[in-house]
Each structure stands twice: as C-alpha cells, then as structure tokens.
C-alpha cells in the first residue's frame, strides 16, 4: 500500500516558478514509477511528468517539455515537479501517481496507476 500526498501548489505571476513535492508512504515505494498529472473542470486528466522507479528515465508532455523537471529522491520517499516559466494554461489541480510501471506507453496513460494523491492547486496569473 501506498499513500501519496502533494505539496508545493499555491497562486503565483505567469514566468513564475513552483515545485512540487509528492510524498510517499510505504516502504517498497523506490520501486513505483511515479507520473504527475494535471485536471481543470470539464477536461480530462492529463499527463505532464514521468520517471521510472530508478529514476533512470523521464518522460514529459510536449506542453511542459523545456519548462518543467521531474526528479525523486528514493531516500526521502519523495518525487518533485520543479515548474519554471508558467503559464496561465498551466492552471490546473496536480495530481502525482504511482504504479509497477515502465516505459512511455504505461506511464502516460492516468489509468495504469493504482495510487493517487488528493491534489495540489497551482494557478499562473497573467
């Protein structure tokens, strides 16, 4: 079992940054890829941010690729999305997720995930 908890979110100026953490609980959680994806009402999740349970591979959204890093520390039981020039399309509800996952086909769809966070508010102003 494994628990998710976000952090990080908040209301900042469009070229602004932000980071968020995802913190897990649970002991086998080094070995969970971890995505992050994102939600504004009416829409569809959607995906933004991958890496694979070593860290070895990332995986980004064409949307955010250039703009955004996603990085984890295995010790801290801990995934980050470091967010940098957003942009008020940015503006959604974030979500992190975890799965016994591996490559790009897996990791980009929300429904191969079995453990999600209750999500963090990020809203880019222009």
């Known amino acids: 079992q494994v628990q998710l908890v976000e952090s990080g979110g908040g209301l900042v100026q469009a070229g602004d940054s932000l980071r968020l953490s995802c913190a897990a609980s649970?002991?086998?959680?080094?070995?969970?890829?971890t995505g992050w994806f994102r939600q504004v009402p009416g829409k569809e999740r959607e995906f933004v941010a991958a890496?694979?349970?070593?860290?070895?591979?990332?995986y980004y959204a064409d949307l955010v690729k250039g703009r955004f890093t996603i990085s984890r520390d295995n010790a801290k039981n801990t995934v980050y999305l470091q967010m940098n020039s957003l942009k008020p399309e940015d503006t959604a509800i974030y979500y992190c997720?975890?799965?016994?996952?591996?490559?790009?086909?897996?990791?980009?769809?929300?429904?191969?995930?079995?453990?999600w966070g209750q999500g963090t508010q990020v809203t880019a102003s222009s």
């Open positions: 997720a975890a799965g016994l996952l591996t490559g790009w086909g897996a990791l980009i769809r929300p429904t191969s995930y079995v453990y």
């Open positions: 649970g002991r086998t959680f080094s070995s969970y890829a």
């Open positions: 890496i694979e349970w070593s860290g070895g591979s990332t």
